[in-house]
């Protein structure tokens, strides 16, 4: 396993982390949970990701467990949890009150059976709070013990400018990390929205979703396989699915189809592929891996071997296929920069 350090924190997270959205007490419970984890952690995967709304809790729940029962020691994992969705429907049981994230996250530690987690995400941003109330909340709940960093999730670049600067502005410590969606169908805003930030703040991402939720293992390249994600949760992916016969969706399949034939010619699956092809990109802190069966997280890490195979040469017939890389910022035919000072404003 490679280590990464998490934005400008000290904290060291593997390169390649695990997730329990949909699956660890969703599509996946008792035994084969802890199978996973046991496949992951004997593997060099030693940070796990959940959320308070997961599977209404039973994801923090089920996590808790196995990572109890296998019996590692605590300061060898890094554990993640996020707060926002809240699992009832009153007023106060969800968003990013000081209420809410308080109480959210001493129920989500009490379901996980741990006294911390390591980073503790705001699921989403909260317009209806004051950013100062935020701030102070997950300090708090930082000087308490129950976390050691906090990190946002699928917030715009103005919303985290403007937790830093509160964060910097009260002496209090900002957010590390942001944990956004992306894969090689969805570049748009961890590519360019949020660049400016990985300069100026020293952030990096916990990718989520870095397959398109199976898509691009190429799957579901000829309908959709029984006893699949889109199968089984059909419901919440009722768009994906009937998108996936649209134009755009069959793009998207064709687009696949020519990434198995690169991936192919590296000796990998379309899958590694992929997942190297975002844990290339020097602003991803951990790719989070999703998945239902240990095979699928053996052939997923394989994208390690993949990493020094991904030659500028590979890489440009990868942007080839894709043909969606976002847009330099104008510089209005200026000649570019020196690449030396790149880093520099
Ligand atoms: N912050 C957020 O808003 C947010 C949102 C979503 C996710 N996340 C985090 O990111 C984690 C990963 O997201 P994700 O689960 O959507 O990731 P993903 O890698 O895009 O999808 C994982 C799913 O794809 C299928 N799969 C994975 N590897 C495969 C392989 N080698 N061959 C065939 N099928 C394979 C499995 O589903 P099936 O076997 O069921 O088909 C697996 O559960 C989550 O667990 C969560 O921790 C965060």
């Not at 990190?151 to 002496?171: F, K, P, Q």
């Not at 400016?196 to 898509?215: F, H, V």
Request: with cysteine; glycine share 8%.
């Amino acid at each position: 396993m490679l280590f990464r350090r998490l934005g400008p924190s000290g904290l060291r997270v593997p390169l390649f982390s695990l997730g329990g959205w949909l699956t660890y007490g969703g599509t996946v419970v008792g035994d084969p949970v802890k199978e996973i984890i046991k496949t992951a952690f004997e593997n060099g995967i030693n940070m796990f990701d959940t959320a308070e709304a997961y599977e209404k809790g039973k994801s923090e729940i089920e996590m808790g467990r196995a990572i109890k029962e296998l019996g590692y020691r605590r300061s060898d994992l890094v554990i993640s949890t996020k707060i926002f969705f809240g699992l009832r429907s009153g007023p106060n049981d969800g968003g990013l009150s000081r209420k809410h994230i308080i109480e959210g996250t001493q129920e989500s530690l009490a379901r996980l059976q741990m006294d911390y987690v390591d980073v503790i995400f705001a699921h989403r941003h909260d317009a209806n709070v004051p950013m100062e109330e935020i701030v102070r909340a997950f300090n708090f709940v930082i000087d308490k013990g129950w976390a050691f960093y906090w990190g946002t999730s699928e917030w715009s670049a103005r919303e985290i400018e403007e937790a830093y600067h509160v964060a910097d502005r009260l002496g209090l410590q900002g957010p590390i990390a942001e944990q956004c969606q992306h894969h090689m169908l969805h570049r748009e805003r961890p590519e360019k929205e949020y660049a400016p930030l990985y300069k100026r703040y020293g952030i990096s991402t916990t990718t989520w979703s870095s397959l398109a939720s199976g898509l691009l293992t190429g799957k579901y390249n000829n309908g959709i396989p029984p006893g699949s994600r889109f199968d089984l949760k059909a419901d919440f992916f009722k768009d994906t699915r009937a998108s996936l016969t649209t134009p755009e969706g069959q793009e998207k399949i064709r687009k696949v189809q020519e990434l198995t034939k690169i991936a192919e010619e590296l000796g990998a699956s379309t899958a590694a592929l992929a997942l190297a092809w975002v844990a290339r990109n020097t602003n991803t802190g951990t790719v989070i891996l999703g998945a239902t069966k240990p095979e699928q997280l053996l052939d997923n890490l394989k994208a390690l071997e993949v990493l020094p195979k991904l030659t500028d040469d590979v890489l440009a017939r990868i942007e080839g296929v894709l043909n969606n890389q976002p847009a330099p910022l104008n510089v209005y035919s200026r000649p570019p920069l020196d690449p030396l000072v790149k880093n520099r404003f």
